[in-house]
């Protein structure tokens, strides 16, 4: 088993910047593929982003702000956001699988964290 715990969030004005952490335990996940996903107040749980080690991908709502790197000395992944808008307000849910490629797909994902509330102020 996996456990995944999500840390760094806040609250932080728009136009600013913040860092979530991802650590996992139980295993070593530098070969699973990791993503982070959202959910604003009222919304569905979104994608954000994801990795498998080798390549990245982002939604185009974040492209260019957000920027996803993985530690696997520390079995650690996070996610930098920076220019931050008020519609970045969420929950933000870091996920893990051991099998397939980057995927947007909530469901595929096998692990997921508590979360972490981050809401960004106008």
């Known amino acids: 088993q996996v456990q995944l715990v999500e840390s760094g969030g806040g609250l932080v004005q728009a136009g600013g910047s913040l860092r979530l952490s991802c650590a996992a335990s139980g295993r070593t996940v530098s070969n699973y593929r990791m993503g982070w996903f959202r959910q604003g107040p009222g919304k569905e749980r979104e994608f954000v982003g994801g990795?498998?080690?080798?390549?990245?991908d982002y939604a185009d709502s974040v492209k260019g702000r957000f920027t996803i790197s993985r530690d696997n000395a520390k079995n650690t992944m996070y996610l930098q956001m920076n220019s931050l808008k008020p519609e970045d307000t969420a929950v933000y849910y870091c996920?893990?699988?051991?099998?397939?490629?980057?995927?947007?797909?909530?469901?595929?994902?096998?692990?997921w964290g508590q979360g972490t509330q981050v809401t960004v102020s106008s």
């Open positions: 990795s498998n080690g080798i390549r990245t």
């Open positions: 996920a893990g699988s051991r099998f397939g490629g980057v995927s947007a797909n909530a469901g595929s994902y096998e692990y």
